[in-house]
T-cell receptor, first 115, second 112 residues
Framework: DQQVKQNSPSLSVQEGRISILNCDYT??????FLWYKKYPAEGPTFLIS?????DKNEDGRFTVFLNKSAKHLSLHIVPSQPGDSAVYFC??????????????FGKGTHLIIQP | SQTIHQWPATLVQPVGSPLSLECTVE??????LYWYRQAAGRGLQLLFY??????ISSEVPQNLSASRPQDRQFILSSKKLLLSDSGFYLC???????????FGQGTRLTVV
């Protein structure tokens, strides 16, 4: 059973517009959420995170929104740039749960920025 | 600053051959260490994690094993590779449980 779901395998957005990547989770113990960006043949790089005590976190062009009641988070990229073309992974953890078993990842969304 | 090294970057191995992938972390002590695998259409799957020397936990039953002989060294091994072991293997570390994990560059393993 997949606890972190990214239902859109791919997303195409025009350069300069807003990219919105979505992520849903099922485990109510998750209290820390992250977004990673991955280029082909490279390891994922950390983008932005949000704790469950917040509903929004912003870092430059990247904003993550968390809706705990809906168990949903989204990553907004404004404005989208060609270098943003990559696979984006949503991840979650029960950081306060005491376990050390890493992050649970979604399957990823391939974002394609068109000129 | 902390860095993570993973090698080799690519590897082609015949079925039935052994495997050893190595990962080292610099600039931190007593990190949590992880091995993930990215398979087509399956995202990032956690294979093993370690909270200390000699302490290994496995998330999924498989043909692989992991060892942590030193504080900042994590090794992924197999005695006999299967075709299904092909994939992109990623080592990662984090300072504490459930926090941001930082990834190595990955190893593309192809079993032929």
């Amino acid at each position: 059973d997949q606890q972190v779901k990214q239902n859109s395998p791919s997303l195409s957005v025009q350069e300069g517009r807003i990219s919105i990547l979505n992520c849903d989770y099922t485990n109510s113990m998750f209290d820390y959420f992250l977004w990673y960006k991955k280029y082909p043949a490279e390891g994922p790089t950390f983008l932005i995170s949000i704790s469950s005590i917040k509903d929004k976190n912003e870092d430059g062009r990247f904003t993550v929104f968390l809706n705990k009641s809906a168990k949903h988070l989204s990553l907004h990229i404004v404005p989208s740039q060609p270098g943003d073309s990559a696979v984006y992974f949503c991840a979650a953890s029960a950081a306060s749960g005491g376990g050390a078993d890493g992050l649970t990842f979604g399957k990823g969304t391939h974002l394609i920025i068109q000129p | 600053s902390q860095t993570i090294h993973q090698w080799p970057a690519t590897l082609v191995q015949p079925v039935g051959s052994p495997l050893s992938l190595e990962c080292t972390v610099e600039g931190t002590s007593n990190p949590n260490l992880y091995w993930y695998r990215q398979a087509a259409g399956r995202g990032l799957q956690l294979l093993f994690y370690s909270v200390g020397i000699g302490q290994i936990s496995s998330e999924v039953p498989q043909n692989l094993s992991a060892s942590r002989p030193q504080d900042r060294q994590f090794i992924l091994s197999s005695k006999k590779l299967l075709l299904s072991d092909s994939g992109f293997y990623l080592c990662a570390w984090s300072a504490r449980t459930g926090e941001v994990a930082f990834f190595g560059q990955g190893t593309r393993l192809t079993v032929v």
